[in-house]
Structure formats: structure tokens, C-alpha cells
């Protein structure tokens, strides 16, 4: 029976993929339209984007920002600005293993704070796509949708 | 079952044993900092001996450079998680473009213009600092992007914005790198006793 319990603590760990927080004080019922600036690497950006656009919001991929494209941002109706980043690596003295850490960080268009965070960090490369799925699945969603 | 106890109990204390030290300037009223912003911490690669470089590296000096791009992408990811932590810790943390329309270099010294402006937006204060990766003892691999690394070590700094004076240092000597989250939460922890009493 012990044994059970500590095997079930075990999985428990290994079941924790993801890392994410919310700022509380956001109504994110206002978020619709957010702008994706491209990533270090484009299969996680085409990931993440796919990911929003199925969560129910309206996605616009940018190449970079600048503080002139922010105004350009807000004229378009964009409510969040959504960066992310990359980190792959690899080990190859036994065999090979490739792992990625994916973090996500979205900034309230008006006054540039953080409002959502979400990180997974040294997870199978394989299982990107999902990673990335459930730490999009953390934002909260809008009213009226899905 | 002994063997299970003696896992079980290695794996408690290797979750325990982050290390921080940190100092907090005494005469510092931190429940005034609610604004902050968070530059991209410098990226290190750091090298315990010449020994223990692995002697297949074609040169350390391209490993090195081969390596630049790995180390900034763990630097991101690192600064990333610090940001995170410092919202659950119910600071407002700006979006670093926004800094860089006020600051010239993010990594050196800030002029006095400079600090006037990002007082002027709203910033309370400024955190920066770096973090070094510690190649295993296998050492580098010669082979472009690629480096093996599972330890790292982080060091961080806060500016009042308002005064421009040093208020808060924390390093951490190392851990590994899965353990950037909680790595993030311990130090930024350093700061909360003080915000939450209202000092």
C-alpha cells in the first residue's frame, strides 16, 4: 500500500507540466485580440498561435515591436501583446534526447504589464505541441466563447 | 523499503537545497515599489578549470561561440520566470520594450536623463543581474549550438528608479536548471517579508 502511495507521488510529479500564473486584478473578458511577436523559433510561435486561435481569441502575428508599432497595435484594436521564448537541449552521449523549455508571457496592450505567465521547463521536444497547448489552455477564457 | 525511505528522503532534501543569500537595504519602505522592470539578465558561461574543458573541443574558444545562442535562449527563460514570480508577488512588471524606449544600454550604468525618464513612466524600480550556466564536467561539445549544461547560477539586483540607489541583491550559488520556477519564487521571496509588512 505504501508503495502505491509513493509511486503515486511519483506520477504525481512527473504529471506537472506546466507552470502558469494569472494577475488577478485582470478582467480578461476584455482580451480578444492579441498580436503574437515571432519567438527564436517559429514551430513554437505556429504552435502558440494555433493554440490562442483555437482558445477563441483573434491572433496577428508581428515579426518585432516598436514603440511606433505599438501605436500602430492599438489602432488595429489590439487588447495583449503575447512574447515567448525557447530553449532547446540536447544530450548525446548515450542517446540522444532532445528537450525544450517553452515560456509565454502576455502584456496588457495600454500600460505594458505583465498579465499572464506560463512556463514548461526541460520537457520531451515530442510533446511541445501539447505543453504549449496547456499553458495557452491557462488563460482565462473570455465570455461567450468555446 | 529502507532503500525507498533513503530515495525518498534524498529527494526531499535535493528539493530543499537552494541556497540564497540576499540583502535588503534596511531603510527602504518596499511597500512603495509596486512598478518594476525586469532587464534581460546577462548570460555567463561559467568555467571551473581549464581541466575540465573536455580535450575534443575543437577550440574553447568556438564552443564558446557556438554556445552564445544556448545561453542567451536559458537567460530568457530564466528572466522570464523571475518576471513571473514577481507578479504572483503582486508586483506590476512592465514590458521590457517599453525600457528599451527609455534606456540607451540595458546592461550598463543608467544616466541620470535616463533614470529621470523612467521615473516619469511610472517605473518604481529596476531589477537586473546575471546568470551563469556551469558546463558538466564532460564539458562542451564542439558541435555548433550544442551544450551540456544542468547547473546555473543567478544573481540579481534592484534599483530604486526614484533615488538610484542599490536596495536589494540576491544570489544563488546553484541549482539545476529544472528548478528555474522554484529558483525564481525563493529569491524574488526574499523581498516579500518586507512588502508585506508594509516596510
Same mark, same amino acid.
Given at each position: 500500500?505504501?508503495?502505491?502511495?509513493?509511486?503515486?507521488?511519483?506520477?504525481?510529479?512527473?504529471?506537472?507540466?506546466?507552470?502558469?500564473?494569472?494577475?488577478?486584478?485582470?478582467?480578461?473578458?476584455?482580451?480578444?485580440?492579441?498580436?503574437?511577436?515571432?519567438?527564436?523559433?517559429?514551430?513554437?510561435?505556429?504552435?502558440?498561435?494555433?493554440?490562442?486561435?483555437?482558445?477563441?481569441?483573434?491572433?496577428?502575428?508581428?515579426?518585432?515591436?516598436?514603440?511606433?508599432?505599438?501605436?500602430?497595435?492599438?489602432?488595429?484594436?489590439?487588447?495583449?501583446?503575447?512574447?515567448?521564448?525557447?530553449?532547446?537541449?540536447?544530450?548525446?552521449?548515450?542517446?540522444?534526447?532532445?528537450?525544450?523549455?517553452?515560456?509565454?508571457?502576455?502584456?496588457?496592450?495600454?500600460?505594458?504589464?505583465?498579465?499572464?505567465?506560463?512556463?514548461?521547463?526541460?520537457?520531451?521536444?515530442?510533446?511541445?505541441?501539447?505543453?504549449?497547448?496547456?499553458?495557452?489552455?491557462?488563460?482565462?477564457?473570455?465570455?461567450?466563447?468555446? | 523499503?529502507?532503500?525507498?525511505?533513503?530515495?525518498?528522503?534524498?529527494?526531499?532534501?535535493?528539493?530543499?537545497?537552494?541556497?540564497?543569500?540576499?540583502?535588503?537595504?534596511?531603510?527602504?519602505?518596499?511597500?512603495?515599489?509596486?512598478?518594476? #522592470?525586469? &532587464?534581460?539578465? +546577462?548570460?555567463?558561461?561559467?568555467?571551473?578549470?581549464?581541466? =575540465? !574543458?573536455?580535450? %575534443?573541443?575543437?577550440?574553447?574558444?568556438?564552443?564558446?561561440?557556438?554556445?552564445?545562442?544556448?545561453?542567451?535562449?536559458?537567460?530568457?527563460?530564466?528572466?522570464?520566470?523571475?518576471?513571473?514570480?514577481?507578479?504572483?508577488?503582486?508586483?506590476?512588471?512592465?514590458?521590457?520594450?517599453?525600457?528599451?524606449?527609455?534606456?540607451?544600454?540595458?546592461?550598463?550604468?543608467?544616466?541620470?536623463?535616463?533614470?529621470? #525618464?523612467? &521615473?516619469?513612466? +511610472?517605473?518604481?524600480?529596476?531589477?537586473?543581474?546575471?546568470? =551563469? !550556466?556551469?558546463? %558538466?564536467?564532460?564539458?562542451?561539445?564542439?558541435?555548433?549550438?550544442?551544450?551540456?549544461?544542468?547547473?546555473?547560477?543567478?544573481?540579481?539586483?534592484?534599483?530604486?528608479?526614484?533615488?538610484?540607489?542599490?536596495?536589494?541583491?540576491?544570489?544563488?550559488?546553484?541549482?539545476?536548471?529544472?528548478?528555474?520556477?522554484?529558483?525564481?519564487?525563493?529569491?524574488?521571496?526574499?523581498?516579500?517579508?518586507?512588502?508585506? #509588512?508594509?516596510?
Amino acid at each position: 500500500m505504501k508503495k502505491f502511495v509513493v509511486g503515486l507521488v511519483f506520477l504525481a510529479l512527473g504529471c506537472v507540466q506546466v507552470n502558469s500564473y494569472v494577475k488577478p486584478d485582470v478582467d480578461f473578458s476584455k482580451i480578444k485580440k492579441i498580436a503574437v511577436v515571432k519567438f527564436n523559433s517559429q514551430v513554437a510561435t505556429d504552435i502558440t498561435i494555433l493554440a490562442l486561435i483555437q482558445r477563441g481569441f483573434n491572433v496577428v502575428e508581428k515579426e518585432k515591436l516598436s514603440e511606433s508599432g505599438k501605436q500602430s497595435l492599438q489602432n488595429e484594436g489590439i487588447d495583449a501583446i503575447l512574447y515567448g521564448s525557447t530553449e532547446e537541449s540536447r544530450e548525446t552521449f548515450i542517446r540522444e534526447v532532445a528537450e525544450v523549455s517553452v515560456s509565454l508571457r502576455m502584456y496588457d496592450s495600454i500600460n505594458d504589464k505583465l498579465i499572464w505567465s506560463a512556463n514548461s521547463i526541460k520537457k520531451d521536444l515530442s510533446e511541445i505541441n501539447k505543453n504549449i497547448r496547456m499553458m495557452v489552455d491557462t488563460i482565462p477564457k473570455k465570455e461567450g466563447i468555446l | 523499503m529502507k532503500k525507498m525511505f533513503v530515495l525518498g528522503l534524498l529527494l526531499l532534501l535535493s528539493f530543499g537545497c537552494i541556497r540564497v543569500q540576499s540583502y535588503v537595504k534596511p531603510d527602504v519602505n518596499f511597500s512603495t515599489i509596486k512598478k518594476v #522592470a525586469i &532587464v534581460k539578465l +546577462g548570460p555567463q558561461i561559467a568555467v571551473k578549470s581549464e581541466s =575540465s !574543458i573536455k580535450s %575534443d573541443v575543437k577550440s574553447e574558444k568556438s564552443a564558446f561561440e557556438g554556445s552564445a545562442s544556448v545561453v542567451n535562449d536559458f537567460s530568457q527563460i530564466i528572466t522570464d520566470a523571475i518576471s513571473m514570480a514577481l507578479m504572483q508577488r503582486g508586483f506590476d512588471v512592465i514590458q521590457r520594450s517599453h525600457l528599451k524606449d527609455l534606456v540607451q544600454n540595458e546592461q550598463s550604468d543608467l544616466t541620470e536623463a535616463e533614470r529621470k #525618464a523612467l &521615473v516619469s513612466s +511610472g517605473i518604481d524600480a529596476i531589477i537586473y543581474g546575471n546568470v =551563469s !550556466i556551469f558546463p %558538466d564536467s564532460s564539458g562542451f561539445l564542439g558541435l555548433g549550438q550544442i551544450i551540456i549544461f544542468s547547473k546555473f547560477s543567478l544573481s540579481l539586483k534592484m534599483m530604486d528608479a526614484r533615488t538610484g540607489k542599490l536596495i536589494w541583491s540576491a544570489n544563488m550559488l546553484e541549482a539545476d536548471r529544472e528548478e528555474i520556477n522554484k529558483v525564481a519564487m525563493k529569491v524574488i521571496d526574499t523581498i516579500s517579508p518586507r512588502r508585506e #509588512a508594509g516596510q
